[in-house]
Nanobody
């Protein structure tokens, strides 16, 4: 079993920055991929960014150039650095881990961007 715990959410003004963390524990194998998703009120959950075990990354067009996903394999932790935040980035952010044929979700962390 794998557990994912997100942290780092909060409230910030437009233009500000936050760094989210997704810490994985349990039966972790070295080959896995992690993605960040978000869900705003009344909207469907959408992908934001992902990183593979080899370090390849991809981003939603809406966050390219502003968000950076990275990982620390020694800590089984994936980060999402979010800069130049906009009100439309407000959402609950979830991390998702793919390992073999299994997927796991964290509980989510709230990000609110407002003046």
């Amino acid at each position: 079993q794998v557990q994912l715990v997100e942290s780092g959410g909060g409230s910030v003004q437009p233009g500000g920055s936050l760094r989210l963390s997704c810490a994985a524990s349990g039966s972790i194998f070295s080959i896995y991929a992690v993605g960040w998703y978000r869900q705003a009120p009344g909207k469907q959950r959408e992908p934001v960014a992902a990183i593979t075990s080899g370090g390849s990354t991809n981003y939603a067009d809406s966050v390219k150039g502003r968000f950076t996903i990275s990982r620390d394999g020694s800590k089984n932790t994936v980060y999402l650095q979010m800069n130049s935040l906009k009100p439309e980035d407000t959402a609950v952010y979830y991390c998702k881990l793919w390992m073999g044929n299994s997927t796991y979700w964290g509980q989510g962390t709230q990000v609110t961007v407002s003046s």
